[in-house]
């Protein structure tokens, strides 16, 4: 089974200008949580989505925002980019979502804001 | 807040020897996972232990989970040079009651030396 897909694995861009991260999910996985992952703040959860529905949602400005297909394939948008955005974003899968499951883990979106 | 903290923040040791890392999280849970992460890949799903579990073991590894003291601890034995990474806990306990939220702790970086 293939595994956790999270495309581009790296992005430059500059303060202000938006961005679009895509994350497949292994086949038959229907939840698809993001995170983000800096050196200062560490791992911080930004949202979950169960069958094109976000169920839950960390403490992330508005600039923060994503979908999920009927396919379950999911994005996460940024826009209007500032510099703090640096980090690796991470994209993560289960069957179902909650914290009774495992969550299978992309190789992330390293994001780097210049 | 930060409801899964590791500890020690870093270890060092021997090929052949034992690592254990701590876990403490401030409010009740329902599950709590850890994880590993080679630099600058995706996380790994280690275990899953629920909090009317004590232990768990999975090869080398064994996770313990003391909820009246809110800690849990993964001790790895006889570690290897491919044991180095870093290790991380994941609790829903921050989750507001929906279970689909995953807090992640800083970690624990793990250097085994050969």
């Known amino acids: 089974k293939a595994g956790v897909t999270q495309t581009p694995r790296y992005l430059i861009k500059t303060r202000g200008q938006q961005v679009t991260l895509s994350c497949s999910p292994i086949?038959?996985?229907?939840?698809v949580s993001w995170y983000q992952q800096t050196p200062g703040q560490g791992l911080q959860f930004l949202f979950e989505?169960?069958?094109?529905?976000?169920?839950n949602k960390g403490n992330f400005p508005g600039r923060f925002s994503g979908r999920q297909f009927s396919n379950s394939r999911s994005e996460m948008n940024v826009s209007t980019l500032e510099l703090g955005d640096s980090a690796l974003y991470l994209c993560?899968?289960?069957?179902?979502?909650?914290?009774?499951?495992?969550?299978?883990f992309g190789d992330g979106t390293r994001l780097s804001i210049l | 807040s930060q409801q899964g903290e590791e500890d020690p923040q870093a270890l060092s040791i021997q090929e052949g020897e034992n690592a254990t890392m701590n876990c403490s999280y401030k409010?009740?849970?329902?599950?709590l996972q850890w994880y590993r992460q080679n630099s600058g890949r995706g996380l790994v799903h280690l275990i899953l232990?629920?909090?009317?579990?004590r232990e768990k073991h999975s090869g080398r590894l064994r996770v313990t989970l003391d909820t009246s003291k809110k800690s849990s601890s993964l001790l790895i034995t006889a570690s290897r040079a491919a044991d180095t990474a870093s290790y991380f806990c994941a609790t829903d306990a921050d989750s507001g009651g929906s279970n689909y939220k995953l807090t992640f702790g800083k970690g624990t970086l793990l250097t085994v030396n050969p």
């Open positions: 086949s038959g996985h229907r939840s």
């Open positions: 409010t009740s849970i329902n599950n």
């Open positions: 989505y169960f069958s094109e529905t976000q169920r």
């Open positions: 993560a899968s289960s069957l179902a979502g909650g914290s009774a499951q495992p969550q299978h």
């Open positions: 232990i629920r909090s009317n579990e």
